[in-house]
């Protein structure tokens, strides 16, 4: 039997602007393959610069976080074009096999694009930058048995945040008609009277996002938190305790490396066992 291998897609937001997101999906990639036995073939696709993106020849895709405004790009020809990948891949899941299916994930900036073009929520900008570590909270905790990329997680577990903008204002009903459901929203703050944004969501069989940034691991966001610019943003919000309990955090195996060793990980030992149906 011919060795199996996984060619996936990964569809870059970031604006042709650096950053550790891309280093860290490429890494997950390799360190997986690696683990599993499994060759992993990956294609990046500039999406909001190039305005590339995939066909639906791959086993699957992760579509990045990125930087600026979720609602500033509405109808420009990126997103239109980008969009209409969406539309794509979700009418070939609906006529293919289940196990001919493929599955996609989407990451904070990809995530919350989603959420405004599938109508499931309210995108909106923050009152202040969330960026840091910070535990989210699954709703039920049987969403950890009962979803498999969640495996393998606490409740709460440790992600790492980054955003300026937010979706809340759940229509629980029609996020349920398209077959998803929340499964995770942000910390609790007894002290702050405002709704907590949803930070986990199956979209439906095939899509899955989160608003934080599963791929993050300690080498990366570390080089953030002692980033001048950085530091002095956490301090001045938060203290500069917690900005070193932040730093802390960073050598905690229970804390965002489990996170980054699972989520990813997950998702693509689940696209595997879907695919292994086909063989």
Known sequence: MAAMHLSIAILDLYN???????????????????????????TIYDVRTAMKVPDLQYDAYISTGGPGSPLASEGSPWEIRYFDWVNKLHQYNLQAAP????????????????????????????????????????????????EPLLAGLG???????????????????????????????EKERPHIQLERAAMCIR?????????????ADAEGMRKYLLRDDKKAGIIAQH??????????????????????????PNFLTSVVEAKRQLV
């Open 155 to 185: 409740n709460p577990f440790y992600v790492v945040d980054s955003r300026d903008y937010q979706v809340i204002g759940i229509d629980a009903l029609h996020l349920e008609s398209m077959g998803g459901k929340v499964l995770c929203i």
């Open 239 to 264: 203290g500069v305790d917690k900005w070193q309990t932040m730093l802390d955090y960073l050598q905690d195996v229970d804390k965002i490396m489990c996170t980054y060793q699972q989520l990813l």
């Open 203 to 215: 979209f439906n069989a095939w899509f899955f996002g989160t608003q934080f940034h599963p791929e």
């Open 16 to 42: 042709g602007i650096p950053n550790e997101g891309m280093r860290c999906i490429q890494q997950i990639l390799l360190q997986w393959q690696s683990t599993s036995g499994i060759t992993v073939k990956y």
């Open 99 to 146: 196990a001919a299916q493929k599955q996609a994930f989407f990451i904070c900036h990809s995530f919350q694009l989603l959420c405004r073009f599938l109508q499931v929520g309210q995108v909106c900008k923050r009152k202040s930058t969330a960026f840091g570590v910070f535990p989210v909270h699954a709703l039920q905790a049987a969403y950890l048995q009962e």
